[in-house]
T-cell receptor, first 113, second 116 residues
Framework: DSGVTQTPKHLITATGQRVTLRCSPR?????VYWYQQSLDQGLQFLIQ???????AKGNILERFSAQQFPDLHSELNLSSLELGDSALYFC????????????FGPGTRLLVL | AQSVAQPEDQVNVAEGNPLTVKCTYSVSGNPYLFWYVQYPNRGLQFLLK??????LVKGSYGFEAEFNKSQTSFHLKKPSALVSDSALYFC??????????????FGSGTRLSIRP
């Protein structure tokens, strides 16, 4: 158990809908990262938050957004969902510094029908 | 730009034999390299990392990795494979923008299959 929790585990929704994925980082970790794992794209970095502020952005679509709250939990919002958004979404957390290691949550499996 | 390559989609090894999962990298600056493992229907688990120091890094579950700067490689190894090692393995490099901004760039993954 990495100490990173994600809810829900599974999500089934329809095209055009909006969903929110939630992540709670390990105790003491200030950074939260979101990744998407799909069969054709592999593991892709989406976005990073550090202590409530966006710090790094990857291949995140404009339909997707995220935020990190004062209690350090984070939410990833996916809107106007398309079939191709079906994937595993992982959250990771870490401390900062040169020896930083990212610890991953169990993921949320999203299926868009 | 930082990148990692895992040249093998699949590696098959008999139980008890040594295993190697290959990884090469391309970085500007000092490389921060990682190996993660993903079991079916599970998240990624951290195995080991190279930041600096000894070229041979020891990690979880008996795995180790050898950092080779001249060959820009960071191969994952284990002296004696177990059936339970069967999983998807990812090599990764940390791309540091500044002290509080970084991301991990993952390789495409190598599926390790250990036969009894």
């Amino acid at each position: 158990d990495s100490g990173v929790t994600q809810t829900p585990k599974h999500l089934i929704t329809a095209t055009g809908q909006r969903v929110t994925l939630r992540c709670s980082p390990r105790s003491g970790d200030l950074s939260v990262y979101w990744y998407q794992q799909s069969l054709d794209q592999g593991l892709q970095f989406l976005i990073q938050y550090y202590n409530g502020e966006e710090r790094a952005k990857g291949n995140i679509l404009e339909r997707f957004s995220a935020q990190q709250f004062p209690d350090l939990h984070s939410e990833l919002n996916l809107s106007s969902l398309e079939l191709g958004d079906s994937a595993l979404y992982f959250c990771a957390s870490s401390t900062q510094g040169p020896t930083e290691t990212q610890y991953f949550g169990p993921g949320t499996r999203l299926l868009v029908l | 730009a930082q990148s990692v390559a895992q040249p093998e989609d699949q590696v098959n090894v008999a139980e008890g034999n040594p295993l190697t999962v290959k990884c090469t990298y391309s970085v500007s600056g000092n490389p921060y390299l990682f190996w993660y493992v993903q079991y079916p229907n599970r998240g990624l688990q951290f195995l080991l990392k190279y930041i600096t120091g000894d070229n041979l890094v020891k990690g979880s579950y008996g795995f180790e990795a050898e950092f080779n700067k001249s060959q820009t490689s960071f191969h994952l190894k284990k002296p004696s494979a177990l059936v339970s090692d069967s999983a998807l393995y990812f090599c990764a490099v940390r791309d540091v923008k500044h002290s509080s901004a970084s991301k991990i760039i993952f390789g495409s993954g190598t599926r390790l299959s250990i036969r009894p």
